[in-house]
């Protein structure tokens, strides 16, 4: 089976624009999350969905949003880039239960000019 | 709130000697441990996690840790290391009560330099 896959994998935008990332999740995960990591940190939560439902939000402004579609794919969209969202997005997927883990996809790396 | 404290951002170790990476966590609520390995250029992959149960977790790649409730610990340890170790180690847990979600709290990580 195909694990979590994410679309693109490298994106340069200039500040003040707009981005829309994407992720598909491991067939049968209804759950996504997204994660910011930093270059030299650990991943930073940023939104869960499950069942197109947000599940929970991270300390991230407004200008972070996201969507959960039926088929269970979801988009992370910032909108008025900074030089500060430079970092590699991470999606990941989980079947149901809270004890189940999370599965990563290998991210989008995200470098504002 | 949770946190996660990874002391050591790199630990360099030779080849076939034995390693530890340090993990700390905080909580107010119990937790699910996990460790996560990540090569470069790539997302995160699930070396073990501990739910409930025997406090020494088996993992892939030869990998194990143990939970120590009273220390807060969940320390990673490997007998033997290779070249192909090499990469970031990160230390998370997530809320065990769940609530809405089952988000991870991220240590800082732990570069693992394996020389030969």
């Known amino acids: 089976d195909a694990g979590v896959t994410q679309s693109p994998t490298h994106l340069i935008k200039t500040r003040g624009q707009h981005v829309t990332l994407r992720c598909s999740p491991i067939?049968?995960?209804?759950?996504v999350s997204w994660y910011q990591q930093v270059l030299g940190q650990g991943p930073q939560f940023i939104f869960q969905?499950?069942?197109?439902?947000?599940?929970g939000r991270g300390n991230f402004p407004d200008r972070f949003s996201a969507r959960q579609f039926p088929n269970y794919s979801s988009e992370l969209n910032v909108n008025a880039l900074l030089l500060g969202d430079s970092a590699l997005y991470l999606c990941?997927?989980?079947?149901?239960?809270?004890?189940?883990?999370?599965?990563f996809g290998d991210g989008t790396r995200l470098s504002i000019l | 709130a949770q946190s996660v404290t990874q002391l050591d951002s790199q630990v360099p170790v030779f080849e076939e000697a034995p390693v530890e990476l340090r993990c700390n966590y905080s909580?107010?609520?119990?937790?699910?441990l996990f460790w996560y390995v990540q090569y470069p250029n790539q997302g995160l992959q699930l070396l073990l996690k501990?739910?409930?149960?025997?406090?020494l977790v088996k993992g892939i790649n030869g990998f194990e840790a143990e939970f120590n409730k009273s220390q807060t610990s969940f320390h990673l340890r490997k007998p033997s290391v290779h070249i192909s170790d090499t990469a970031e180690y990160f230390c998370?847990?997530?809320?065990?009560?769940?609530?809405?979600?089952?988000?991870?709290?991220f240590g800082t990580g732990t570069l693992l330099a394996v020389q030969p």
């Open positions: 990941a997927s989980r079947t149901d239960g809270y004890d189940q883990p999370q599965h």
């Open positions: 067939s049968g995960h209804k759950s």
């Open positions: 969905y499950y069942e197109k439902e947000e599940r």
């Open positions: 909580s107010s609520v119990s937790v699910y």
């Open positions: 501990y739910l409930s149960g025997s406090t």
């Open positions: 998370a847990v997530s809320d065990r009560a769940g609530g809405a979600t089952n988000k991870l709290i």
